[in-house]
C-alpha cells in the first residue's frame, strides 16, 4: 500500500537543468515545490572535488555520473521488422542521473538557436518548395518565434555565466574583427564575460576557415573566462583549461550546472525541496485524465509513496519525459503506421561527423588542456546558410574545433593501420597525441516516420514497467548532409598542412551504431507545437490533454538542431515558467483552445 505525502503546491520529475530553473521560478511566484530525483545527491564536494574529480577511469571510463543500465535503461531497434535489444553499455549517448542530471557532466557549449529552426518546415517549403522535403520527413515548426524566445536566452546567458563575443547587440554591430558570428541572430545585450582564449588548436581552425573564404567565430561557452556572480547571487570562478569538462563536475566552480548557478539560491528556499533517490513510476490522473493529481514514486528504501500536487512538471532527461507520459496515459501514443498520435512520435538525434588531422613533430597542440565549450566555429553551412537547393538534403551544421581535453585513456588518435596495443601502438601514441586536431560537423538531424520512440512489449525494467524502445536508423537524407558537410570541413582541414586526415562521411547503408558515442542531444517525443493532433504539448509546454502537467527539455524539440540543444532547453523552460507564473497560476487550465 502505497504512503501518501502531504499534498504540495508543484512536483517536479527530474532535477537538470530544465527542473532548476522551474523550481526557482515557481518558488519566486510564492508556491510550495518538491523536486524527485531519481539519481543519487551531487554537488561540487564531493563530485567536483579536486583531484579525485579528474579520474578519467571513474568518471568517463567507469561513467560514474550518468544512468544506472542495471535498472532502467532503453531497447533499440533499426526498423519496425527487427526485435529491439536493450542498451546495456554507455556508449553511443550518456544520461546523466543524480543532482544536476546531465547538466553537471555536460560539456558547456551554450549556444541560442538559428531562428530559421524554429519555423523549419516553414521556411524549407516558402524558399524551396514543399516537395523539397523529403516523403516520411516529419519536421514541422516550434510554434514560438526566436523575438519571442529572445529575452529568455538573455535571462539564461546571465544565470549561466556565458562567455562568448555578441555581433549585433539591438541591431549595433559590435562584434565585426573581434570574434562575433556574422550569422548570429540579433541579441538584447551582450554576453555576460568575454569569450574565452582561443586554443592553438582553434586557432589553426580559425587561420585555415578564414583562407577558404568562411567566417570563423568564438564559440559561446558555459566556461566562464574570468570570476563571475549570477543573477542569483551564485558564484563562479576562472575556467583554467583543466580539459576535463564533458563527463565531470569541475572543481574550478567554472563550468554552469545546476548545482552551481541555482540550487545555491533554492537551498535557502523554505518553500523548496529536493529529494533524491527518488524513482517516479507515473503520474496519477483522475478517473478521465484530464487533470494529474501528483505522481507515485519510490523512495530511496523502495517504498512506494505518492505525492500529491496541483501542478506537475516532467523535466527529466528527453527519454524518460516520454516514457513517463506513455507510461501515465498522457497523450496518445504514436502510431508509425497511420501516421497519429503524438506520444513518440518525431525523434531525432545529431548527425555529427569528424575528422582528425595529424602533423608532424613541428606542429605542437597540447590537447591535453581545454574546456568544453571553448572553441572557434563556423555557420556558413549551418541551418540555412547557403542555398540548399542544389545539394537536395534538409539541414545544416555548424563546424568547430572545441579542445574539450583528449584524455590519456580514450583520447589517443593513431593512424589507420595501427595495432590495437604493444610497442608499435605505443609509439604512435606518442608520435600523434599531442600533434592532433580534431574538428566536428555538428549536423542537424531532421525528423522521420520511422524514427519513433513506444513502449517496448519484450523488456522490463527494474520495477516491472515496460523499457522505452528506440525505433531509429539513418535516413538518406543524413547520410547526404554528412556527405556534403565532410566535405567542406575536410577543405578547412587541408588547409592547415596536415601530413594525414582520418575520417569520413557516413556512407548509403551506414546503419545507427550504439558503440559509438554521438553525443548525448536526443530530441523529441513530446514535441511542442500549435495542432494538438501532430504535438504531444503546446507552445508553452502545456501538455494539450492534461493541462496541469508541463513538459520542458529536448523531448520538445520537433527535430534536431545544429547547435547543443542546453540554451534553448533553457530559454524554452524560462519561457514557459513566466507564462505559469503570469498566467496559468491566475486561471488554471488550458492556455491554448485546441
Same mark, same amino acid.
Given at each position: 500500500?502505497?504512503?501518501?505525502?502531504?499534498?504540495?503546491?508543484?512536483?517536479?520529475?527530474?532535477?537538470?537543468?530544465?527542473?532548476?530553473?522551474?523550481?526557482?521560478?515557481?518558488?519566486?511566484?510564492?508556491? %510550495?515545490?518538491?523536486?524527485?530525483?531519481?539519481?543519487?545527491?551531487?554537488?561540487?564536494?564531493?563530485?567536483?572535488?579536486?583531484?579525485?574529480?579528474?579520474?578519467?577511469?571513474?568518471? @568517463?571510463?567507469?561513467?560514474?555520473?550518468?544512468?544506472?543500465?542495471?535498472?532502467?535503461?532503453?531497447?533499440?531497434?533499426?526498423?519496425?521488422?527487427?526485435?529491439?535489444?536493450?542498451?546495456?553499455?554507455?556508449?553511443?549517448?550518456?544520461?546523466?542521473?543524480?543532482?544536476?542530471?546531465?547538466?553537471?557532466?555536460?560539456?558547456?557549449?551554450?549556444?541560442?538557436?538559428?531562428?530559421?529552426?524554429?519555423?523549419?518546415?516553414?521556411? *524549407?517549403?516558402?524558399?524551396?518548395?514543399?516537395?523539397?522535403?523529403?516523403?516520411?520527413?516529419?519536421?514541422?515548426?516550434?510554434?514560438?518565434?526566436?523575438?519571442?524566445?529572445?529575452?529568455?536566452?538573455?535571462?539564461?546567458?546571465?544565470?549561466?555565466?556565458?562567455?562568448?563575443? +555578441?555581433?549585433?547587440?539591438?541591431?549595433?554591430?559590435?562584434?565585426?574583427?573581434?570574434?562575433?558570428?556574422?550569422?548570429?541572430?540579433?541579441?538584447?545585450? %551582450?554576453?555576460?564575460?568575454?569569450?574565452?582564449?582561443? =586554443?592553438?588548436?582553434?586557432? !589553426?581552425?580559425?587561420?585555415?576557415?578564414?583562407?577558404?573564404?568562411?567566417?570563423?567565430y568564438d564559440m559561446p561557452s558555459a566556461n566562464t573566462s574570468g570570476p563571475y556572480t549570477n543573477t542569483y547571487g551564485a558564484q563562479m570562478g576562472p575556467c583554467n583549461f583543466c580539459g576535463y569538462c564533458s563527463g565531470y563536475a569541475c572543481y574550478m566552480y567554472s563550468k554552469a550546472s545546476p548545482n552551481v548557478n541555482i540550487l545555491p539560491a533554492l537551498r535557502q528556499e523554505p518553500k523548496f525541496e529536493l529529494r533524491n533517490d527518488s524513482y517516479v513510476l507515473r503520474v496519477n490522473l483522475t478517473d478521465d485524465k484530464k487533470k494529474a493529481t501528483g505522481v507515485?514514486?519510490?523512495?530511496?528504501?523502495?517504498?512506494?509513496?505518492?505525492?500529491?500536487?496541483?501542478?506537475?512538471?516532467?523535466?527529466?532527461?528527453?527519454?524518460?519525459?516520454?516514457?513517463?507520459?506513455? !507510461?501515465?496515459?498522457?497523450?496518445?501514443?504514436?502510431?508509425?503506421?497511420?501516421?497519429?498520435?503524438?506520444?513518440?512520435? @518525431?525523434?531525432?538525434?545529431?548527425?555529427?561527423?569528424?575528422?582528425? +588531422?595529424?602533423?608532424?613533430?613541428?606542429?605542437?597542440?597540447?590537447?591535453?588542456?581545454?574546456?568544453?565549450g571553448a572553441g572557434v566555429a563556423i555557420d556558413d553551412f549551418n541551418a540555412d546558410n547557403f542555398d540548399h537547393g542544389p545539394y537536395g538534403f534538409v539541414g545544416g551544421s555548424p563546424m568547430w574545433v572545441n579542445q574539450a581535453g583528449t584524455k590519456p585513456v580514450s583520447g589517443l588518435p593513431t593512424?589507420?593501420?595501427?595495432?590495437? #596495443?604493444?610497442?608499435?601502438?605505443?609509439?604512435?601514441?606518442?608520435?600523434?597525441?599531442?600533434?592532433?586536431?580534431?574538428?566536428?560537423?555538428?549536423?542537424?538531424?531532421?525528423?522521420?516516420?520511422? @524514427?519513433?520512440?513506444?513502449?517496448?512489449?519484450?523488456?522490463?525494467?527494474?520495477?516491472?514497467?515496460?523499457?522505452?524502445? &528506440?525505433?531509429?536508423?539513418?535516413?538518406?537524407?543524413?547520410?547526404?548532409?554528412?556527405?556534403? &558537410?565532410?566535405?567542406?570541413?575536410?577543405?578547412?582541414?587541408?588547409?592547415?598542412?596536415?601530413?594525414?586526415?582520418?575520417?569520413?562521411?557516413?556512407?548509403?547503408?551506414?546503419?545507427?551504431?550504439?558503440?559509438? *558515442?554521438?553525443?548525448?542531444?536526443?530530441?523529441?517525443?513530446? /514535441?511542442?507545437?500549435?495542432?494538438?493532433? $501532430?504535438?504531444?504539448?503546446?507552445? *508553452?509546454?502545456?501538455? #494539450?490533454?492534461?493541462?496541469?502537467?508541463?513538459?520542458?527539455?529536448?523531448?520538445?524539440?520537433?527535430?534536431?538542431?545544429?547547435?547543443?540543444?542546453?540554451?534553448?532547453?533553457?530559454?524554452? =523552460?524560462?519561457?514557459?515558467?513566466? $507564462? /505559469?507564473?503570469?498566467?496559468?497560476?491566475?486561471?488554471?487550465?488550458?492556455?491554448?483552445?485546441?
Amino acid at each position: 500500500m502505497a504512503n501518501e505525502m502531504k499534498k504540495t503546491d508543484v512536483v517536479i520529475v527530474g532535477f537538470g537543468w530544465a527542473g532548476a530553473i522551474m523550481a526557482k521560478e515557481l518558488t519566486e511566484a510564492g508556491l %510550495n515545490v518538491v523536486a524527485l530525483e531519481r539519481g543519487p545527491h551531487r554537488d561540487t564536494y564531493p563530485d567536483g572535488a579536486y583531484p579525485q574529480s579528474i579520474d578519467e577511469l571513474t568518471y @568517463n571510463v567507469r561513467k560514474k555520473l550518468f544512468q544506472d543500465l542495471s535498472k532502467s535503461t532503453v531497447t533499440v531497434r533499426h526498423n519496425a521488422s527487427q526485435t529491439a535489444l536493450p542498451y546495456r553499455q554507455l556508449n553511443a549517448f550518456l544520461p546523466g542521473t543524480g543532482t544536476g542530471g546531465a547538466g553537471l557532466h555536460w560539456s558547456g557549449c551554450h549556444f541560442r538557436v538559428d531562428p530559421v529552426e524554429l519555423r523549419l518546415r516553414s521556411h *524549407y517549403e516558402e524558399r524551396y518548395g514543399k516537395d523539397f522535403i523529403p516523403e516520411g520527413m516529419t519536421i514541422q515548426d516550434f510554434g514560438v518565434s526566436y523575438d519571442e524566445l529572445e529575452p529568455f536566452f538573455d535571462k539564461a546567458e546571465k544565470v549561466f555565466g556565458t562567455s562568448g563575443t +555578441a555581433w549585433t547587440v539591438n541591431g549595433k554591430v559590435v562584434g565585426k574583427g573581434k570574434g562575433g558570428n556574422p550569422y548570429a541572430a540579433d541579441r538584447s545585450d %551582450n554576453f555576460p564575460l568575454k569569450a574565452q582564449e582561443r =586554443t592553438y588548436s582553434a586557432q !589553426l581552425f580559425a587561420a585555415a576557415s578564414e583562407s577558404v573564404g568562411y567566417h570563423p567565430y568564438d564559440m559561446p561557452s558555459a566556461n566562464t573566462s574570468g570570476p563571475y556572480t549570477n543573477t542569483y547571487g551564485a558564484q563562479m570562478g576562472p575556467c583554467n583549461f583543466c580539459g576535463y569538462c564533458s563527463g565531470y563536475a569541475c572543481y574550478m566552480y567554472s563550468k554552469a550546472s545546476p548545482n552551481v548557478n541555482i540550487l545555491p539560491a533554492l537551498r535557502q528556499e523554505p518553500k523548496f525541496e529536493l529529494r533524491n533517490d527518488s524513482y517516479v513510476l507515473r503520474v496519477n490522473l483522475t478517473d478521465d485524465k484530464k487533470k494529474a493529481t501528483g505522481v507515485t514514486y519510490l523512495d530511496a528504501s523502495g517504498r512506494e509513496q505518492v505525492q500529491p500536487a496541483d501542478l506537475v512538471i516532467l523535466s527529466a532527461f528527453q527519454f524518460h519525459n516520454v516514457h513517463l507520459m506513455l !507510461l501515465s496515459g498522457i497523450g496518445k501514443p504514436y502510431n508509425p503506421i497511420t501516421n497519429e498520435g503524438v506520444v513518440g512520435r @518525431n525523434f531525432a538525434y545529431q548527425n555529427i561527423s569528424t575528422l582528425k +588531422a595529424l602533423f608532424d613533430k613541428n606542429t605542437t597542440t597540447n590537447p591535453f588542456i581545454g574546456a568544453g565549450g571553448a572553441g572557434v566555429a563556423i555557420d556558413d553551412f549551418n541551418a540555412d546558410n547557403f542555398d540548399h537547393g542544389p545539394y537536395g538534403f534538409v539541414g545544416g551544421s555548424p563546424m568547430w574545433v572545441n579542445q574539450a581535453g583528449t584524455k590519456p585513456v580514450s583520447g589517443l588518435p593513431t593512424p589507420p593501420g595501427t595495432p590495437a #596495443w604493444g610497442s608499435e601502438w605505443k609509439a604512435a601514441v606518442a608520435e600523434t597525441y599531442t600533434h592532433h586536431v580534431s574538428m566536428d560537423a555538428h549536423g542537424a538531424h531532421q525528423s522521420y516516420r520511422v @524514427n519513433y520512440l513506444d513502449l517496448d512489449p519484450n523488456y522490463k525494467d527494474a520495477y516491472g514497467q515496460p523499457l522505452l524502445r &528506440m525505433t531509429f536508423d539513418w535516413q538518406d537524407n543524413d547520410i547526404k548532409m554528412s556527405e556534403f &558537410m565532410v566535405s567542406k570541413m575536410h577543405n578547412i582541414a587541408k588547409a592547415m598542412n596536415p601530413k594525414l586526415i582520418m575520417g569520413g562521411p557516413k556512407t548509403p547503408g551506414t546503419h545507427f551504431d550504439t558503440t559509438v *558515442y554521438q553525443t548525448t542531444h536526443m530530441n523529441g517525443g513530446a /514535441i511542442m507545437g500549435e495542432d494538438p493532433k $501532430t504535438s504531444a504539448i503546446n507552445r *508553452y509546454l502545456q501538455s #494539450w490533454d492534461v493541462p496541469n502537467v508541463f513538459v520542458p527539455g529536448a523531448s520538445a524539440f520537433p527535430q534536431g538542431l545544429g547547435y547543443n540543444p542546453t540554451g534553448l532547453v533553457a530559454a524554452l =523552460t524560462y519561457w514557459s515558467a513566466k $507564462t /505559469i507564473r503570469e498566467v496559468y497560476l491566475k486561471n488554471p487550465g488550458p492556455l491554448v483552445q485546441a
